[in-house]
Each structure stands twice: as structure tokens, then as C-alpha cells.
Nanobody
């Protein structure tokens, strides 16, 4: 397993959760978070850009914050959670093969359920 997510759980609307993504190799750069709601397609939540900026889905702007620490553990701080945020959240990363190419890698996912 190359990326491992943690921090999911069952919370009430309006609550907060912090997801973490830990890499198993220094060759992997954690890059973003995606989610797949029940019966739905996997969708972008938040990512880092190639220049170090961040991009967010419109549905989470102002509520979610993506970050990375010095150990390259990636986090997703989720505030003001809504029932429609219920999904399996996946960590995405780039595993560098050499100085010029990488492959996409994924974690196994962590379930976030927002329900009264």
C-alpha cells in the first residue's frame, strides 16, 4: 500500500473532521483528495497544483482546506460538514519513476458519513 488515509468517521452536520494521508515511500508526492459518494462517480475535492497552489471543488470552497506538512503527510481539514459530503475519500499521489515521469497512485479510501 503506497498511500494510507485515516481520520474518517461518522459525524453530525456542522461538525469537523481532519483526514490524513501518509506515504510509504519518499518517491511519492501526495497531491490531492478525491471522493466517491454512494452510487456516484469519483470526483475532485482538493489538489495541489504543479506550482504549489491549491484547487478546490466549488462545493467545498471555504469549508475544506488541503495542506501538507514537512514529512509530506497530506491533510484535509473539513469544517461545516453537510450530509452531501458523505463519501469515501481517497488520497491521490504521484510516484516518480525517474526525473521526468510519474504514475498516479491511490490510497484505499476512508469513509466519511455525515448524518444527524
Amino acid at each position: 500500500v503506497q498511500l494510507v488515509e485515516s481520520g474518517g468517521g461518522l459525524v453530525q452536520p456542522g461538525s469537523s473532521l481532519r483526514l490524513s494521508c501518509t506515504r510509504s515511500s519518499f518517491a511519492i508526492n501526495p497531491m490531492g483528495w478525491y471522493r466517491q459518494p454512494p452510487g456516484g462517480q469519483r470526483e475532485l475535492v482538493a489538489t495541489f497544483t504543479a506550482t504549489g497552489g491549491t484547487t478546490y471543488a466549488d462545493s467545498v470552497k471555504g469549508r475544506f482546506t488541503i495542506s501538507r506538512d514537512n514529512a509530506m503527510t497530506m491533510h484535509l481539514q473539513m469544517n461545516s460538514l453537510k450530509p452531501e459530503d458523505t463519501a469515501v475519500y481517497y488520497c491521490n499521489g504521484h510516484q516518480w519513476q525517474d526525473s521526468y515521469s510519474y504514475v498516479e497512485v491511490w490510497g484505499q479510501g476512508t469513509l466519511v458519513t455525515v448524518s444527524p
